[in-house]
C-alpha cells in the first residue's frame, strides 16, 4: 500500500514486534496444538507480506488466507510455509492453486471431485484440506455427507491435510451454540479418525482447550483486537494512527456544523478540522449529532469529540477543552494507546475487525518494533 501522506504528515504505524508477541502467547495457551496465522485481507489490513515474514522468523509455518490471489501474494513473501485457501478452489483453477503450492479448503462435493481428478490427472496426491459446516451455514461440506467424502477418499487413496470448521459464536463465552457445534465436529471427525483436525478461532483458542484439536486459527487476537466480548483482552495493541489538522476555528454558540447541519453548537466552540473522513476508514457512524455516542480522537492525552457528521476527508473535533497550544499541521491520536480498535469499533456501532480492515485509505503505513535480523522489504 503506499500512501500519499507525504506533505500531510500522519501515517498507520503497525507494531510487528507486538504481533509477532501476540502470535508466541497464542501458541504458548494452545501448547499441544500447531499454531496457523490468519493472514486474510492483507493480514487485517497490517500488511500480509511483512506479517508472513515476521511471523515465519518466529516460527510460524502454517498461513490462511482467503483468496488464492492472497495466497499467490504471500507465497513471495513465506517461500516455504504452507498457505491455506479458505474461499475453497475456485472451479477450474487447481493447476494454478498447485502451481504455487496453495491448498484448497475444499468445501462441496463439486471442488473435491475437482480437485481429486487433478490430482489424478498430474498422477500425484496435492495437498489440500476439508471445511465442514457445523451450522455457521457458509461455506462447507454438510454434516451428512460426511460418509460420502469419507468413501471418495478411500477410492482415491486422498488424505487431505486437515478437516476444519468455524465457530459462529465463539465470541459470547456462554453461547451455547459454540458446544452444539464442537459436538457435531467430533461427529464428523469419527469418519476420519486419522486426520488433522483444527476448529478453532481466536476466540475459540482462549474459550477452551476443548477446541484446540490439532491446530488453531487466530487471526484477530493476533492484531490485538478482542476476540470475546465482555472479557478483559490481554493482547498487546499493534496499530495506531495519527491525522493531521488542517484548520482551526471559533464558531459561536447556535451555529452548525458541517453536512445536514446536523449539530448545532451549545456554547462557543473551538474546532479542528482534520484531513480524515470515512474514505480513511473513519466510519461515518462516529458523527458527532448529539443523542448518541459519537467517535472522539487523543489531542495531548485528552479526548476530542466528533462535532458533526464525518464526510469523506475531513472530520471537525471539539478542542475547546483540549489544553496546550494546538495548530494546523499537529497531529492527532485516532488510534493507538489512549484509543484501541475496540474503543472506536464500539463508538461506531461495529467491530474492531472492520476497523482494522478498512484503514486502507490515504495514510502511508510503517512498522515498528521490526524483530532483529529480519528484512521486511
Ligand atoms: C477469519 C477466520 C479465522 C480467524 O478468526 P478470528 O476471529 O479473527 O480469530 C479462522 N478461521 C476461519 C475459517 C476464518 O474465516
Request: glycine share 12%; aromatic share 8%.
Amino acid at each position: 500500500m503506499s500512501g500519499t501522506s507525504t506533505f500531510l504528515g500522519g501515517g498507520i504505524t503497525v507494531d510487528l514486534g507486538a504481533i509477532v508477541r501476540n502470535w508466541k502467547a497464542l501458541d504458548t495457551v494452545a501448547a499441544n496444538a500447531l499454531t496457523g496465522a490468519v493472514l486474510k485481507a492483507d493480514a487485517y489490513g497490517t500488511g500480509a507480506e511483512a506479517v508472513g515474514r515476521a511471523l515465519y522468523h518466529a516460527g510460524a509455518k502454517f498461513f490462511f488466507v482467503a483468496t488464492p490471489d492472497e495466497g499467490v501474494a504471500l507465497r513471495k513473501a513465506v517461500p516455504k510455509s504452507l498457505i491455506f485457501v479458505l474461499d475453497g478452489l475456485v472451479p477450474r483453477t487447481a493447476k494454478d492453486y498447485a502451481a504455487h503450492g496453495l491448498m484448497p479448503v475444499l468445501a462441496s462435493m463439486s471442488q473435491l471431485t475437482e480437485w481429486l481428478d487433478f490430482c489424478l490427472s498430474q498422477n500425484k496426491a496435492i495437498p489440500a484440506a476439508l471445511h465442514f459446516d457445523t451450522g455457521f451455514n457458509r461455506v462447507g461440506f454438510r454434516q451428512k455427507e460426511a460418509e460420502l467424502v469419507k468413501r471418495e477418499l478411500d477410492q482415491s487413496g486422498f488424505e487431505p491435510q486437515m478437516i476444519m470448521s468455524h465457530f459462529a459464536c465463539a465470541d459470547q463465552p456462554s453461547h451455547e451454540m459454540t458446544r452444539k457445534q464442537n459436538g457435531l465436529f467430533q461427529g464428523i471427525l469419527a469418519h476420519f479418525p486419522n486426520i488433522p483436525a483444527s476448529l478453532a478461532n481466536s476466540a475459540g483458542l482462549m474459550a477452551s482447550k476443548d477446541y484446540h484439536y490439532q491446530m488453531v486459527r487466530p487471526g484477530i487476537s493476533m492484531y490485538g483486537g478482542r476476540a470475546i466480548n465482555g472479557r478483559p483482552n490481554p493482547m498487546a495493541p499493534v496499530i495506531s494512527m495519527h491525522v493531521p489538522i488542517l484548520q482551526i476555528k471559533d464558531a459561536r454558540i447556535g451555529e452548525t456544523v458541517g453536512y445536514g447541519a446536523a449539530y448545532r453548537l451549545r456554547r462557543d466552540t473551538r474546532l479542528a478540522i482534520m484531513a480524515l473522513g470515512y474514505a480513511d476508514g473513519f466510519f461515518r457512524s462516529l458523527s458527532g449529532i448529539g443523542g448518541q455516542v459519537g467517535g472522539k480522537v487523543a489531542i495531548n492525552g485528552t479526548f476530542a469529540p466528533v462535532l458533526g457528521r464525518v464526510s469523506m476527508d475531513m472530520t471537525a473535533i471539539d478542542i475547546t477543552d483540549v489544553e496546550g497550544l494546538v495548530q494546523p499541521g499537529d497531529v492527532v491520536e485516532v488510534l493507538g494507546p489512549n484509543l484501541g480498535i475496540d474503543d472506536v469499533a464500539d463508538a461506531a456501532r461495529t467491530i474492531g475487525y472492520e476497523i482494522l480492515t478498512t484503514l486502507n485509505g490515504r495514510f502511508s503505513r510503517s512498522y515498528v518494533n521490526v524483530p532483529e535480523g529480519l528484512d521486511i522489504t
